[in-house]
């Protein structure tokens, strides 16, 4: 494995699973301003934002998402919003493959109408080196660990990656 990326520690998925079942609308909170969903802003416009999510499985680990509170993209955005979207998606890609080592560039929706249920795109740079068994969606899983990433790495890191924007 890339021996820029530190090893992982374990994730709390019970205060995790409360916390986005019982607690605001992470999205919008972040857009709000509510001081204990603060992120690490990489990307912005009128109609989207990205951001380094704050338990990352991998360097660069980030969210995008439409500012709108929307919770299916397939029902809730016309298809020109929607390729609006995916090209912010693909900047921002992009931007993070140029900031750190990058075999793979996953992306992928997730969330449900239980939790988290604003529209995010994931985007997670697999770095170089990784066996192939712990690739593809074990490399993605939180309950394979996560990084543990301190307040003024992941500033610099966004620093980085708005860089490549």
């Known amino acids: 494995m890339d021996d820029d990326q530190p090893a992982r520690v374990d994730f709390d998925f019970d205060q995790y699973g409360r916390r986005v079942r019982e ?3 992470f999205v919008c909170a972040y857009l709000a301003g509510h001081p204990d969903y603060r992120h690490h802003a990489l990307y912005e416009d009128d ?13 660069g680990y980030c969210l995008v998402a439409p500012k709108r509170h929307v919770e299916s993209w397939i029902d809730d ?19 993070v493959a140029a900031a750190v080592p990058t075999e793979r560039m996953c992306s992928l929706s997730l969330g ?26 074990h490399a993605l899983m939180a309950e394979n660990g996560v990084l543990p990433v301190d307040d003024a790495a992941q500033a610099a890191l966004a620093q980085r990656i708005r860089q490549h924007l």
């Open 112 to 137: 449900s109408r239980q939790g988290n249920a604003h529209v995010h795109w994931h985007l997670a740079a697999l770095p170089p080196g990784v066996p192939y068994h712990q690739q593809q969606f």
């Open 77 to 95: 955005m016309e298809e020109p919003e929607f390729l609006r979207f995916q090209g912010v998606v693909r900047r921002v890609a992009r931007a």
């Open 23 to 25: 607690g605001p609308c």
């Open 47 to 59: 109609d989207t934002i990205a951001f380094l999510t704050r338990h990352p499985v991998q360097l």
